[in-house]
């Protein structure tokens, strides 16, 4: 559980750049807070699947919050779009992985 919940954490405040800054100042801690709570409450309950769930949510979150946040400004249109492409990919490689993981069992 410790390096699935720092693994998590440590990517979060990645993801957490998605978001403008003056947001992150005022949200960050708070966020952050949050997201290590429902790590915690997702793997006693549920396990990895668990984690992967607050993930989906997590990233649901970047594209309905962060994303419109940071498209007021043109200047990181490109940026966003990358960033964001790659998250997605890395989480369904996570999904994939999680997903053949549970036929192991």
């Known amino acids: 559980?410790?390096?699935?919940?720092?693994?998590s954490s440590g990517l979060y405040k990645v993801v957490m750049f998605?978001?403008?800054r003056e947001f992150r100042l005022r949200f960050q801690n708070e966020m952050l807070s949050t997201f290590s709570d429902l790590i915690h409450d997702e793997w006693e309950r549920k396990g990895l699947s668990g984690i992967a769930h607050v993930w989906r949510s997590a990233l649901a979150e970047v594209f309905s919050a962060a994303m419109p946040l940071r498209l007021r400004s043109p200047a990181v249109l490109a940026i966003s779009v990358g960033?964001?492409?790659s998250l997605a990919l890395f989480i369904g490689l996570i999904a994939q992985?999680?997903?053949g993981w549970s036929y192991g069992k």
């Open 1 to 7: 559980m410790i390096s699935a919940f720092r693994v």
């Open 18 to 20: 998605a978001y403008p």
């Open 83 to 85: 960033l964001l492409s």
């Open 97 to 99: 992985v999680l997903h």
